[in-house]
């Protein structure tokens, strides 16, 4: 069973940063696309970037373009996102989610548990 593991969330002020970890096991992360979604308090959970495979695409949702920066390291089966310039409206948890490379679907069949961000003003 692939297990996915968040860390790297917490409180911060506005105009901070923040590096969000997502460590994939069970198989190697090569074999994932993956994906990072957030959920704000009272709100529908919501997209926020996203990388390929092999790192070569990367994805973001309009609010995070230049600020947010999603990254893999695959020796270490981690994908990263650095958040720069957080805003009071980041404020959510963050979960990361993969599927399959050989997936015909565009649907996240793994998630992990999320790790919750604050950002403070």
């Known amino acids: 069973q692939v297990q996915l593991v968040e860390s790297g969330g917490g409180l911060v002020q506005a105009g901070g940063s923040l590096r969000l970890s997502c460590v994939v096991s069970?198989?190697?992360?090569?074999?994932?696309?993956v994906g990072w979604f957030r959920q704000a308090p009272g709100k529908e959970r919501e997209f926020a970037a996203s990388?390929?495979?092999?790192?070569?695409?990367?994805y973001y949702a309009d609010s995070m373009k230049g600020r947010f920066t999603i990254s893999r390291d695959n020796a270490k089966n981690t994908v990263y996102l650095q958040m720069n310039s957080l805003k009071p409206e980041d404020t959510a948890v963050y979960y990361c989610?993969?599927?399959?490379?050989?997936?015909?679907?565009?649907?996240?069949?793994?998630w992990g548990q999320g790790t919750p961000v604050t950002v403070s003003s």
């Open positions: 989610a993969a599927r399959d490379r050989t997936s015909t679907t565009s649907e996240y069949d793994y």
């Open positions: 069970g198989r190697t992360v090569d074999n994932y696309h």
């Open positions: 990388i390929s495979w092999r790192g070569i695409y990367t």
